[in-house]
């Protein structure tokens, strides 16, 4: 039986675009069979090794020996692809444009310029990056409106769980309170083993063995990778416009092990805690900072890498989703679920 | 603007079928907004409070007062409506048929001849019951699939959490493994104030007080209600052909108040937690029993009437979803959300 195809476009190839191609790989016949949709990769762009395109859809096996190799993608090409990503996203032979690019979380760009041009050429958009939600989420959201595509991003926050489905799906006429949560893994696995003895800086240096923590880890140490998340979290569901720079933000830098000591004896756990909550005047205002949590709260209890949400709302009092010790194939999940949100019209 | 109309009847006009009419109320506006749906309640039918149709709308706030006050809904009607049910279902003038009588947990029924019967008249179906899932599930979901109608449930387990829904929406192209859970908030109520020193039977009639457990509460206590749900959730995700006499099953009536102490002193607290698994033959085994949980497990946070349930996944490893201290008012979110999937079409 042939199926309808859902043609796609990988706008950068790394561990995230891999691990998507091997569980797309795993899952493309049970696809088949169960959502009667045969999805295709017909393009691929990468920084340093090439570009290729294919309307049938490119031999994805032979692309994720090429990447792991170092060799070139292009010699799968059957026609010669742009390299520069605005014309390859312009001219690529597909109906979805996945966004996975290396993201520069100050400025959202390249991201956000590909989501853009993606949509203005009438694809349905995929991404991973939080830079097009911190930074533009209004713009690009009536955009896609406007042009009827879908715009979905489950793999932007807590990795691939399904955050954003949970809440557009599963909380239909429903208004979101506000919510507390812990977003980001390198600071909560850093905090855990604080507890468990280890000093700051060696934890660190565990997070970046493991491969959670870059080799400058600022980006998650001082709280921003947790306040550009918040940001996108209060800006999609709770109608802010907030930009990360809006977010109150203190990070772990300051928290020395006496303090996790004096916590734990009040039977209290620091955790990086980011909230959001809608003010009396009406503004949503959004805040990342260590917090002494009571053992009676279910955040207490998430250790290590995994995360956590508690939303506040007006039907469900509140509602916790915790996401365990993720991998990159989880957030490769996230991109496949939206793909089939995206082939199923389950959207807006 | 003119909305599309749902006509919805109601079988059945408890407190779950009064607390959806109060959230219809305050949610109708909002939905005709957001979604142009206009949902009306075109039909009610009580076991002893009489039955009203009106293919206009009844007036809701009306039948709320009518039936606070003991009098008879069948002032509401411009025509008389049958008293007895499948007449009525058959011939009600309703697109979604919601079920929500009064259940038999050992023979599901009425329910399930109302569903079956509401299928056959060409309705959708949305039910709070979880007898038909628990006894009937694979014959009314082909029954529905052959009518190419909705068959929705997500009030049966959990109240109104969105769990049927995170799964058929979140998880797409996913297999649940297994699950574990607290799914019955009486039992979890009486283990917790078990915990704080309160004895066994002082705890039934706390909770009998405040009304989570009936007069006769062993359909709680000896884990009859966690095991109907434990079969409904191996039934509708695993491909499991359970029925509740089958699901391995112990209730907390055994447990001393030395024994929760005993945990207690070993850092663990004893939970009913509700497991199913796919053994090594491809069979699914369900099972009920009180487990002294360590505090590394997030089931052991879960305190009082709330719930929780932690899945096993081939694309997400683990999620775990939390439903914190129930009401009414979830358990109607809950039909309100299944009546908004059959309006958008999202219910495979």
Redesign the interface.
């Known amino acids: 039986m042939s199926a309808p195809m859902q043609r796609v476009a990988l706008i950068g190839f790394g561990s995230v675009g891999r691990a998507f191609a091997r569980?797309l790989l795993r899952?493309h016949e049970?696809?088949r069979q169960?959502?009667a949709l045969d999805i295709r990769v017909t393009g691929i762009l990468t920084a340093r090794r090439g570009a290729a395109w294919d309307p049938e859809g490119l031999d994805l096996a032979a692309a994720l020996t090429i990447a792991e190799s170092g060799g070139d993608l292009s010699a799968l090409s059957p026609s010669p692809a742009p390299a520069e990503a605005i014309a390859f996203i312009e001219r690529c032979p597909a109906d979805v444009v996945v966004e996975i690019t290396v993201l520069n979380p100050h400025t959202g760009q390249p991201a956000t310029d590909h989501v853009r041009a993606a949509l203005r050429s009438g694809r349905h958009v995929v991404t991973a990056n939080k830079g097009p939600l911190a930074f533009a989420y209004r713009e690009l959201r009536e955009l896609a409106r406007s042009r009827g595509r879908a715009f979905l991003f489950e793999s932007t926050v807590m990795d691939?769980?399904?955050l954003f489905?949970?809440v557009r799906?599963?909380?239909?006429?429903?208004r979101i309170r506000g919510f507390r949560a812990i977003l980001n893994s390198t600071t909560n696995f850093i905090l855990t083993r604080m507890e468990e003895g280890i000093p700051f800086e060696e934890a660190v240096r565990e997070a970046q063995t493991i491969g959670i923590a870059e080799a400058d880890p600022s980006n998650d140490i001082d709280g921003w990778d947790a306040a550009v998340k918040t940001c996108v979290l209060a800006n999609v569901w709770m109608e802010a416009d907030l930009r990360p720079d809006r977010v109150e933000r203190t990070g772990i830098r300051g928290i020395r092990p006496e303090d996790v000591a004096d916590a734990r004896r009040e039977g209290r756990r620091i955790k990086l805690v980011c909230t959001a909550e809608r003010t009396d005047d009406g503004e949503v205002r959004a805040r990342v900072a260590p917090e002494a949590v009571s053992?009676?709260d279910?955040l207490?209890?998430?250790?290590g890498t995994s995360s956590a949400i508690s939303l506040r709302t007006d039907?469900?009092?509140?509602?916790?989703?915790?996401?365990?010790?993720?991998?990159p194939?989880?957030t490769a999940?996230g991109l496949?679920?939206d793909l089939?949100?995206v082939a199923?019209g389950?959207w807006e």
Chains 1, 2 share one sequence.
């Open positions: 569980l899952k049970e696809i169960r959502y691939g769980a399904p489905s949970l799906e599963g909380l239909p006429a429903t053992m009676e279910l207490a209890h998430v250790r039907t469900l009092k509140q509602l916790t989703l915790i996401e365990h010790e993720p991998e194939a989880q999940f496949l679920a089939l949100h199923r389950h």
